[in-house]
């Protein structure tokens, strides 16, 4: 059971735009940023999104993300094939005092 | 560009101690700046965050873990070879994953992975 919550799939055909959710508490997403990370098959996580809606270099800007209260998500628009990934939420919890990640969502290009 | 690999035994017997070690490059552990973390990812399922070590010259070195595994786990730094090492005991089945070393921006966000390897725990 992970602290936060995301659904566990997602899908889209190329072109359209997804939006992934990502849902917490007062005392992780509401008091902390929201970083995504990208993890294509067989490979290790790829930070994605950090500090709530700021992309890293060579981060596509078809991927943005926005958190609001307790909340977060993550669109991608204009979906490509290369975006079929699992993808992760992620923040610190000030009651665990530590990291705290979301179960993860399968998104399928159809 | 910083580079992380971890490396150690990819088998583990039941009860025994899991020893990774992580090899940082292009950067120093030692910088002050960062949390050097290990993550694991049990086969199919999510990530898992393990616990953190700080270092810096000023502070010496501080060391925060996951506290459902804070009674199994060591995390320790060799400045001189610049790496970080993971220690998990009393391992059963459940602790086998992939398990990744990750650099943090603080408590900001991973912004540097190894390639992470699997540990399978099997007798």
């Known amino acids: 059971q992970s602290v936060l919550t995301q659904p566990p799939s997602a899908s889209g055909t190329p072109g359209q735009r997804v939006t992934i959710s990502c849902s917490g508490s007062?005392?992780?997403?509401?008091?902390?940023?929201v970083n995504w990370y990208q993890q294509l098959p067989g490979t290790a996580p790829k930070l994605l999104m950090f500090?709530?809606?700021q992309r890293p270099s060579g981060v596509p800007d078809r991927f943005s993300g926005s958190k609001s209260g307790t909340s977060a998500s993550l669109a991608i628009s204009g979906l490509q094939s290369e975006d079929e990934a699992d993808y992760y939420c992620a923040t610190w919890d000030d009651s665990l005092n530590g990291w705290v990640f979301g179960g993860g969502t399968k998104l399928t290009v159809l | 560009q910083v580079q992380l690999q971890e490396s150690g035994p990819g088998l583990v017997k039941p009860s025994e101690t899991l020893s990774l070690t992580c090899t940082v490059s292009?950067?120093?552990?030692?910088?002050?700046?960062?949390?050097w973390n290990w993550i694991r990812q049990p086969p199919g399922k999510g990530l898992e965050w393990i616990g953190y070590i700080y270092y810096s010259e000023r502070t010496s070195e501080r060391t925060n873990y996951n506290p459902s595994l804070k009674s199994r786990i060591t995390i320790s730094i060799d400045t001189s070879k610049n790496q970080f090492s993971l220690k998990l005991s009393s391992v059963t089945a459940a602790d086998t994953a992939v398990y990744y070393c990750a650099r943090a921006q603080g408590i900001e966000y991973f912004q540097h992975w190894g390639q992470g390897t699997l540990v399978s725990v099997s007798s």
């Open positions: 292009g950067g120093s552990v030692s910088s002050g700046s960062y949390y």
């Open positions: 500090s709530n809606n």
């Open positions: 007062s005392s992780n997403i509401g008091s902390n940023t």
